[in-house]
C-alpha cells in the first residue's frame, strides 16, 4: 500500500470521490471554501457569549466545509485559476513522484510547512482566546493555502505540458 501523506489524509476525510472533485473544480466552490477557517474561527470564539452554545455554530462550519465540496454544480469551464488549482491537487495527489513533476516537491513542502505552521498558531489562539495568535496564524495558514493553490495551477500547466494524465474534467 503507497505512503499516504497529508493530502491523501485529507482526501479520505473529505470522502472526495471523483464526483466530487469534479464539483469541487467549479470556482464558486474553491473561492468560498476559503471561507472556512475565518468562519470557524468566529464559531470559535463565540463560546464567549454562547458557552456551549457555541457547538451550533462550530458544527455547522464542518458541516459547510464538508458540504462545499459538493454542493456546486459541474463547472462549464475549468480555464480559470481556482479551478486549475483544484484541478491541480488531484494531478500532485496521483502523479506527484512523475519526473516531471519533481521540481515543485521542495515548494510544496515548504508551503505544507507554512500552513502547518499557521494552522499550529491559529488552534493555539482558539483555544486560548489570544486575537493576536489567533490572526497570526489565520494569516500564515490562509497565506501558505493560497500560495499553494497557486503552485497547483503551475502543476496542472506542467501536468498538460508533459501530457500526464489530467482527472476527469467537465466536457
Known amino acids: 500500500m503507497p505512503k499516504q501523506d497529508v493530502f491523501?489524509?485529507?482526501?479520505?476525510?473529505?470522502?472526495?470521490?471523483?464526483?466530487?472533485w469534479v464539483r469541487h473544480s467549479n470556482p464558486w466552490s474553491g473561492w468560498s471554501r476559503l471561507t472556512v477557517l475565518p468562519?470557524?474561527?468566529?464559531?470559535?470564539?463565540?463560546?464567549?457569549?454562547?458557552?456551549?452554545?457555541?457547538?451550533?455554530?462550530?458544527?455547522?462550519?464542518?458541516?459547510?466545509?464538508?458540504?462545499n465540496p459538493r454542493i456546486f454544480a459541474t463547472p462549464?469551464?475549468?480555464?480559470?485559476?481556482?479551478?486549475?488549482?483544484?484541478?491541480?491537487?488531484?494531478?500532485?495527489?496521483?502523479?506527484?513522484?512523475?519526473?516531471?513533476?519533481?521540481?515543485?516537491?521542495?515548494?510544496?513542502?515548504?508551503?505544507t510547512f507554512i500552513s502547518g505552521a499557521g494552522g499550529l498558531?491559529?488552534?493555539?489562539?482558539?483555544?486560548?482566546?489570544?486575537?493576536?495568535?489567533?490572526?497570526?496564524?489565520?494569516?500564515?495558514?490562509m497565506l501558505g493555502k493560497l500560495w499553494m493553490l497557486d503552485r497547483m495551477v503551475w502543476i496542472s500547466e506542467d501536468a498538460a505540458r508533459c501530457k500526464i494524465d489530467h482527472p476527469s474534467q467537465p466536457d
Not at 482526501?11 to 464526483?19: K, R, Y
Open 76 to 111: 462549464k469551464r475549468t480555464d480559470n485559476w481556482m479551478s486549475r488549482g483544484v484541478l491541480g491537487e488531484q494531478i500532485w495527489l496521483r502523479q506527484k513522484d512523475a519526473p516531471e513533476l519533481q521540481h515543485h516537491r521542495p515548494v510544496v513542502r515548504m508551503l
Open 8 to 20: 491523501h489524509r485529507t482526501e479520505a476525510a473529505m470522502g472526495m470521490t471523483p464526483q466530487v
Open 121 to 141: 498558531i491559529y488552534l493555539l489562539g482558539l483555544i486560548l482566546l489570544s486575537p493576536g495568535l489567533t490572526f497570526t496564524g489565520l494569516a500564515a495558514a
Open 39 to 67: 468562519l470557524f474561527a468566529l464559531a470559535v470564539w463565540s463560546r464567549i457569549w454562547l458557552g456551549w452554545g457555541a457547538l451550533g455554530p462550530i458544527l455547522l462550519v464542518l458541516v459547510w466545509t464538508w458540504l
